[in-house]
């Protein structure tokens, strides 16, 4: 797998990578969204995209949320393989009804006479000053709807593997990237690169404890990793990569060999995925698990714009590393 | 009368006795005898619209429907006895018994599929005709509402839409006076609905939809433009909802004279029934005939899905997601 | 609490008294919604109000979700204490955006300078053939936002007492209640009783398996506990009654005590509402628990029309008995 | 010229010229020192527009604003040190720090706040109006947004039931031609902005928006329509962002020379300095005072707020829910 040509690439350019390729590869696949089109996404995701493919496969819409997402939802019924771009992922609020109670269920109400074939990319998170409507962390909302899968991939090469295999899936994909981590640079292989959704990914291997994260904060789970190694402690960071399907059998096995499990996410921790993932594997690996899982995301209350107080409640690398520190003291 | 045109009026009569008699047999049979469940929206009365509309469109036009959609489907050429099984829940429906009466698709027919959700069809509506049109296709699609949808965000933003990126979409308003109990009075800032789209350019039509010629000679224009300018139209029918809101709606807020005689004398099979005697297209005795062979294929398609088969329960696992999920 | 005259009302009549007397002892507090006024809601909540109070505080509105909680949040800033209806749980989809994005996050964003009395009642369940878009329980959505309480009565006292608690608030409450359920049957206190938000109930006591539920699912459980009792297992019924604020000591106090616990929700499993308190009473309660705690919920798709598929996807009283005889076998 | 005249003129003047240095000062002297967070989308051209309106409201008028509101709030009498504070993430700021450049508010100044989610401000605003009217109060809200906003669902749904129910809102629409970078000929169906309320009844109006006095005029007359007859009004109002969409935008998708040339030309600032200045209002000695007296004014704001202090991360924890609950 780590054979071929390598290319360093940042989030950006890896899911923009991703969707040229596509695009090449697929005369049905269309990107619609808001500014995508000359602008290149205001985190510069299509850049290049509209001038290669022309503005008929790269449409920029009004500001019209439901529409974006409910006329995606009626191209893939028509027969193209579209790529909704919302802009904020607060704002799948607006396309909710579209992905939750049309997309995601379409297919299953017609008793499978449709495919879906949908994505719908969103940039999630705060970090960066955007405030309490721009900030959000909500894959939870779609990780409990039958019928989506839910994407978060957290380094570049997973993000265009990701990306690929999400576009030529038959079923709706809600694919959440990070807002602050579209810099994030890593290795990507030159050649093409299917990353099938539903396989979990060690990024770590480790002894002592598990850790699931995803997103951003899997790879500030690495640093953590990093410098908690230096003191003797060996984390095993596995990386979901799609939370639906979920991977259980991964992040149980890793959990069976260190005994621990800690999820650590940038959503709120309460009613947030780690729950959903604690409940799971303290069901199926009761008997291996030493100690009560741990998790570690953002206290209840909205992202605050004042930097110390973002700070606060968006989990650092220090606190990351502090709170496994002591949990496995 | 030519006798094209009678051919023509004839496939009017026939198709609106087959959504009625369909609809009867709802109301008199399966809701007594509680064959359905949930809720079910019955077309008596509007189904000059369904008939007229869908005579105006091609085989290989799309349709999208409502919670109101059992006369959509069976003018769309859905097959009665896969809704009467749908709608009862049997596994020979058109959807398998998952979807019921609000869900009601028939993907070979084109009829795309129901969507209750008020609104939310007009943008999938909208996404479709996009495909239609990025294919290169001359395929045209029907968005049928009611009155009450104009209201909702999502059919302002696929009007919108569809009128800048100019696709190829019939917007079809069935104005029936209410949206359950809500009189469009007490809902719509202005009541020319005609011109609930003017804010899209739309120049909206107003048409008389209890008479099937008018709704078909309307509709054939609206879907020439459409289809050969790619552009959308914009329909407004005046009609009334002779039932009530559902099954179980017991009409508390309008009152019993205003259905029973205004209304009632506008029936738009009694319409079409009497013009066609007045000027002798056609004869009593084969009005007669007509109703007793639609009736009866009725009869057949009811009886026969009465007796189809359940699904086993965990069939409710099935269908949440393709099996083929990387090409 | 229990003297007092005791009058039997259906969980409809408990809401409609709650409204009523709110009504009448505020005038700030205003209804509205669609099909609230003549007509009574589709469910009859609230049957007799507009020719009590006027079409001024009893306002039907057209289809557009969006603005009825926009402009309840509106009215609420402006003065009032607004109790909206969505009609379906599943359309609060389309006013998600108001309540998620606005309504829990005005006072916050204003550094404490607004209070946001509004109240967004819907009722969500399936259980009567209402098919896939009319049938979901999406409390978890709600659950998970800081800003929003969220309240789930399981029977016809507490409904009117919460909903009286949720009038008063001056926070942005989400009050769910369930469509099959309204018909369901139960002693109402006839002089006036607030019942405070975060406060859960035992509704059952018993020694071996405490059973946390709400809604209608609490009394399926109810039902479970009689037939379980005949076999000699005797089972802690506890009913958070709010899932936000969620009393957790309640639940860890029966806990400790049965040293087991299940929980059981009509929503899907998966990402339900279940797995945060499962992961919260590991957290809490690990040395207490004598095994893995149970999740019952609703199987992995949308809700179907037909009778059999959608009542092997509810979980049925016959279900739980067996999942919890099973567990403590 | 009457001294009534001239006074308001001043006015004008003075409240243009604070809206102007201290956006001037977001983008010279916080943005390049990096001492805010997000973005900020300045109101550089558009300043006629608040400064028009806001004097045709009364102090305790209501105002609900958006992403682009810097100039609103200061218009509306919101202290600049207060704004400045809350841009820098201050205790200080109007909101303590909580909300930023995009979520100011000041109940005191009846500013209600920002709202930067597109389009839905106007239902907020037309909930207000209905607890406005439902009190006996003749206030109005005046809601600002941009002209991407009217294509958002929310828009609509607020708009058609401020008309139904008759309520006190003015919906400002300033139109400054681009939503970030999509320019109106690509969002909106028809060009004719103040047509896009046509469907609720709504008679638009189109306004200079650069003209000050061209935009207090419509203001007040729609201000008195509204207050008096207690219904909606809706104005548009020509203009254009001098700036980027925000503070980071490179602006790669409008030609250069279309800001430098056609539109310099049109600065409300400059504009009203020349008429005032051409008919003898005042003489340039005293716009060089007004000008060094309200950048004094900004500076110190800005100076003090930049030594305020900032909140404890703690903090974060406070006003998610009010302290008393049950009343
Ligand atoms: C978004 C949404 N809100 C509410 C409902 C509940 N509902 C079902 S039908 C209906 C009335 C629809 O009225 P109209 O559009 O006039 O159609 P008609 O029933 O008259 O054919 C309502 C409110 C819904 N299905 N979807
Ligand atoms: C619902 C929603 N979608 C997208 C955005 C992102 N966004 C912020 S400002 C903006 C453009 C707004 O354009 P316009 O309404 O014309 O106001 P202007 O910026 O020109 O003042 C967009 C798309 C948003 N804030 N809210
Ligand atoms: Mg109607
Ligand atoms: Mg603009």
Chains 1, 3 share one sequence.
Request: hydrophobic residues 40%.
């Amino acid at each position: 797998m780590e054979k071929g040509r390598m290319r360093n690439l940042t989030m950006t350019a890896a899911l923009n990578t991703a969707l040229r390729e596509e695009m090449r590869r697929d005369e049905t696949v269309i990107v619609m969204g808001e500014d995508i089109g000359v602008y290149g996404g205001v985190y510069g995701v299509t850049i290049g995209l509209q001038r290669e493919f022309g503005p008929d496969r790269v449409r920029d819409t009004p500001i019209s949320e439901m529409a974006i997402a409910g006329m995606a939802l009626g191209a893939a019924l028509g027969g193209l393989r579209p790529v909704a771009e919302i802009m904020y992922c607060d704002f799948l609020a607006h396309a909710a009804d579209a992905i939750v109670n049309n997309a995601a269920k379409w297919r299953y109400m017609s008793g499978g006479q449709y495919a879906l074939p949908l994505v719908v990319r969103s940039p999630a998170g705060g970090g960066g000053g955007t405030a309490a409507q721009h900030s959000q962390s909500l894959e939870a909302w779609f990780t409990h709807i039958p019928g989506l899968k839910v994407v978060m991939p957290s380094v570049p090469r997973d993000a265009r593997g990701l990306l690929k295999a999400a576009i030529r899936d038959d079923n709706p994909v809600v694919f959440i990237e990070h807002k602050h981590h579209y810099t994030y640079k890593g290795e990507v292989p030159a050649e093409e690169e299917i990353i099938p959704l539903g396989v979990a990914d060690v990024k770590r291997a480790g002894t002592d404890l598990t850790v699931v994260s995803w997103s951003r904060h899997l790879t500030l789970c690495l640093e953590a990793a990093e410098i908690l190694a230096a003191e003797g402690i060996s984390l095993e960071v596995v990386d979901p990569r799609t939370l639906q399907p979920l991977d259980l059998a991964t992040i149980c096995q890793s959990v069976a060999k260190t005994g621990r499990l800690a999820v650590v996410h940038e959503a709120v921790l309460f009613g947030g995925f780690g729950g959903e993932i604690v409940a799971q594997v303290v069901q199926e690996c009761w008997g291996d698990l030493k100690q009560p899982p741990l998790r570690i995301g953002a206290p209840f209350c909205p992202i605050p714009y004042s930097e110390p107080m973002e700070s606060f409640v968006i989990p650092q690398v220090t606190t990351i590393v502090d709170r496994l520190r002591a949990y496995l003291a | 009368m030519e006798t094209k045109d009678r051919e023509l009026l004839l496939h009017f009569y026939e198709d609106m006795l087959r959504i009625r008699f369909f609809e009867e047999k709802v109301r008199d049979v399966l809701l007594p005898q509680r064959l359905f469940r949930g809720s079910s929206h019955l077309y008596i009365g509007q189904e000059a619209i369904a008939v007229g509309v869908t005579h105006a469109l091609r085989d290989d036009d799309y349709v999208i429907s409502t919670h109101r959609g059992h006369g959509h489907a069976l003018a769309k050429g859905v097959d009665p006895y896969a809704m009467f099984s749908e709608i009862m829940g049997r596994t020979t429906g058109c959807c398998q018994g998952y979807g019921g009466s609000m869900h009601l698709a028939d993907a070979s027919r084109r009829f795309v599929g129901e969507d209750p959700v008020i609104g939310s069809n007009s943008p999938i509506a909208a996404g479709l005709a996009l495909a239609v049109k990025q294919r290169g296709s001359d395929q045209v699609v029907a968005n049928y509402f009611g009155e009450g949808a104009v209201n909702a965000g999502a059919f302002h933003e696929a009007a919108n839409l569809a009128a800048l990126w100019q696709l190829p979409v019939l917007f079809l308003c069935e104005n029936n006076l209410y949206a359950i109990s809500v009189p469009v009075e007490q809902s719509s800032a202005i009541q020319d609905l005609e011109n609930r789209a003017c804010s899209y350019g739309l120049a909206g039509r107003r048409v008389n939809g209890q008479d099937v010629m008018a709704v078909y000679n309307a509709a054939r224009e609206a879907v020439a433009a459409t289809r050969q300018q790619s552009r959308p139209s914009y329909l407004v029918f005046d009609t009334y909802r002779f039932e009530g809101h559902h099954t179980a709606d017991k009409e508390t807020y309008r009152p019993a004279e205003e259905a029973v005689e205004e209304f009632r004398a506008r029936d738009p099979v009694h319409l079409l029934e009497k013009a066609m005697i007045d000027d002798h297209t056609v004869d009593i005795p084969t009005t007669i005939a007509y109703r007793d062979r639609v009736r009866e294929e009725i009869d057949a398609a009811f009886d026969r899905a009465r007796e189809a088969p359940w699904p086993a329960p965990e069939q409710a696992l099935r269908f949440v997601y393709t099996e083929s999920e990387v090409r």
